[in-house]
């Protein structure tokens, strides 16, 4: 590893080095444009919000980078060098860039057809994809402030200790006891970013990621710290984020991993999708995610996505179609009376209804147990993994990524190290049950973080 380390930074100096230099006597439009962007261009639409994807970045995500401060800038400056010899071939007038990522040669900007063209004619630019809005998967996870319960009791081994969840979305609310209390960062909520609003203070004032938040570093990893990563602007209810926004905040989450060397970032939690029908695994659709989310789990990041609460039974959106992405469906916590869910359209089992508001479909049901599949919940041949909660996957994938942070931790007790993402997962499927979802007929692993520990303790006493 010392020796890989040593050498890495010759390594991604080859697999940058390249001339950017208008491409003659070809037509590159067709080759470099995601489909519906052209089209948009054609038709005369103006400010083009666009993610440009450099020849490099497909080599470079998959890379494993030491965490030696001198290898990681050295990526990063002929990353940035990279981007730079792109972006300085296109007029202001044309392109403004409104994020550069910092571990993979990705941009996203606004350009104008013009600006959209030129770019699909230099060499190094390998794909344009449109930058899209992703929004809060449906559902409340908040719980009312400052009434939080206490976290079940456990044990320091299998509280989740000396990690840390990167939350994206809607920020942290740090002022919350529960959450710190206080300024920021605090002793819970340990650092972040507001990319919404492109300054240092991710503080939530709507709700879905505080709520998120509780389920992953409350109550299944009590003693885990957090990371707020703002995606948003202001409370999030009048605009969307964008894709560019999200990806932003995973580039940052590679970067600032060992912050705290004590807490390192193992998980991130990312509630938020675009609300796409995806029937199967989605990377070439969507590069510049894929490859985002590809480099998070080559930097030791496990990455927990919501699986939508659609009522699909062949699908999910993105990012939890995305191959490098564990995307998460929602059982039921406990028994309860019938629960009925309002549906954005038709989908396999739902039916009209007149009481969702503007939304006309919903799903119902009208038997509620423990481990039973949310009829809200989107399913799947490629869905990874159910966790429990109230119905809705934004709390599911949390209760994931807790579950993540206590076994790493864990791992890291008994083991003296953290475990990569495939072998953790590994483990993690180890103490699952399979689960029945009858409305898709699709058996997937069910995560319980109490039975996961009393295996693990189990295994211990032998």
């Known amino acids: 590893m010392a020796l890989i380390n040593k050498y890495l930074p010759f390594l991604v ?3 940058l080095v390249f001339n ?3 491409v003659s006597g070809r037509q590159a439009e067709n080759r470099v444009i995601k489909s519906g962007l052209l089209e948009k261009a054609q038709a005369g639409e103006k400010d083009l919000r666009v993610i440009v994807v450099l020849d490099q970045a497909e080599a470079l995500a998959a890379t494993p980078v030491s965490s030696d401060p001198a290898a990681r800038q050295s990526l990063q400056s002929l990353v940035s060098s990279s981007q730079k010899a792109v972006i300085s071939r296109i007029s202001s007038a044309e392109m403004e860039v409104t994020a550069r990522l910092e ?3 990705i941009f996203a900007a606004t350009v104008t057809p013009k600006g959209l063209l030129a770019l699909a004619n230099i060499e190094g630019v390998a794909q344009i994809q449109e930058d899209r809005p992703v929004y809060p998967c449906a559902g409340k996870t908040a ?3 400052n009434a939080m319960p206490d976290p079940r009791a456990r044990a320091d081994l299998h509280s989740g200790r000396n990690v840390s969840i990167a939350i994206v979305g809607s920020g942290i609310d740090y002022e919350n006891e529960t959450m710190g209390g206080g300024g920021f960062p605090n002793s819970k909520v340990i650092g972040g970013y507001d990319f919404g609003d492109e300054d240092e203070d991710p503080l939530d004032c709507h709700g879905h990621e505080t709520g998120v938040a509780y389920v992953a ?5 009590s003693e885990a710290k957090l ?4 995606i948003c602007p202001g409370c999030c209810e009048t605009e969307p984020s964008w894709v560019s926004k999200m990806l932003a905040a ?3 989450c590679i970067t600032h991993k060992e912050d705290n060397p004590a807490y390192p970032i193992t998980a991130i939690n990312i509630s938020w999708a675009d609300y796409t029908h995806n029937t199967s695994q989605c990377d070439q659709a969507y590069q510049a ?4 989310a590809a480099a998070c789990k080559a930097s030791g990041i496990a990455l927990f996505a919501a699986a939508g609460n659609e009522n699909l039974c062949d699908g999910m959106p993105m990012p939890a179609c995305l191959s490098e992405v564990i995307s998460v469906g929602a059982v039921y916590d406990e028994n309860s009376s019938a629960k009925t869910y309002c549906l954005p359209y038709q989908a396999c089992s739902s039916w009209p209804s007149s009481v969702c508001g503007g939304w006309s479909w919903a799903c119902r049901d009208d038997v509620v147990a423990k481990d039973q599949v949310s009829c809200c919940s989107n399913s799947g041949e490629f869905l990874s993994l159910l966790a429990p909660c109230g119905g809705y996957t934004s709390g599911a994938a949390p209760y994931a990524a807790g579950a993540s942070a206590v076994l790493q931790s864990y791992l890291r007790e008994k083991e003296g190290d953290y475990r990569e993402v495939d072998e953790m997962m590994e483990i993690l499927f180890g103490y699952c049950s399979a689960i029945l979802d009858f409305k898709s007929f699709i058996t997937t692993p069910r995560i319980d973080v109490d039975e996961m520990i009393q295996g693990l303790e189990a295994e211990q006493g032998r």
């Open 13 to 15: 100096i080859t697999l």
């Open 20 to 22: 950017p230099s208008l």
């Open 103 to 105: 571990n993979i040669p």
């Open 143 to 145: 719980l009312e402030t």
């Open 217 to 221: 570093g409350y109550k299944v990893a």
């Open 227 to 230: 990371y707020a990563l703002k």
């Open 250 to 252: 995973w580039d940052w």
């Open 289 to 292: 995610e894929a490859l985002a």
